[in-house]
């Protein structure tokens, strides 16, 4: 069985930029050493990703700062993330959780069977969508989220988050 480990979102906005957070600040190296553990060709890393207009969008209006917009330093990965992940696949999302990333993961599994885990930020938005996304396209493959590598926008919603998860058949370690 391959390991896959997907690391979501951990670009300088989410960590000491726009939403940036200490909780977020202090998972930065436990996601680095986590990174260390897989192969590059093991990991799949995602990039919320927006555009100028973002203040036009939906997500723009229901949370009204501007963050990840391509191109700008706070899209960017953070430098010890970056430097980690060297090989690895790095997808652009313009949303919460990444169909693209499903889909292919998806066709990996089809090819080898998979073990998933997610690490990253933000625990109650963007690995929620993703593990939550991943277990309906691949409902029999085992899935884990590192709790000691996301963080939540506050610590209560990361909890939930967590429980969410947990709810879902989702491994929690």
Not at 11 to 17: N, P, S, T
Not at 120 to 130: A, H, Q
Not at 150 to 156: R, S
């Amino acid at each position: 069985m391959r390991k896959i480990l997907v690391v979501i979102d951990m670009q300088k906005d989410f960590i000491d930029g726009a939403l940036g957070t200490k909780e977020a600040q202090a998972i930065v190296r436990n996601v680095v050493r986590k990174i260390g553990r897989y192969e590059a060709k093991d990991i799949y890393a995602t990039r919320d990703t927006h555009m100028e207009n973002y203040l036009e969008t939906s997500e723009g209006k229901h949370l009204p700062v501007p963050h990840c917009i391509e191109g700008t330093p706070g899209w960017e990965l953070h430098e010890e993330i970056a430097n980690a992940l060297k090989g690895a696949v790095i997808i652009n999302k313009p949303t919460f959780g990444s169909i693209v990333l499903a889909d292919l993961l998806q066709e990996e599994n089809d090819r080898e069977e998979l073990e998933i885990e997610l690490v990253g930020l933000c625990t109650d938005i963007c690995v929620v969508s993703n593990a939550l996304l991943l277990k309906a396209a691949m409902p029999e493959i085992g899935i884990s989220v590192d709790a000691s590598c996301c963080a939540g926008v506050t610590p209560e919603s990361h909890e939930a988050a967590l429980t969410t998860m947990k709810m879902c058949q989702i491994e929690i370690i």
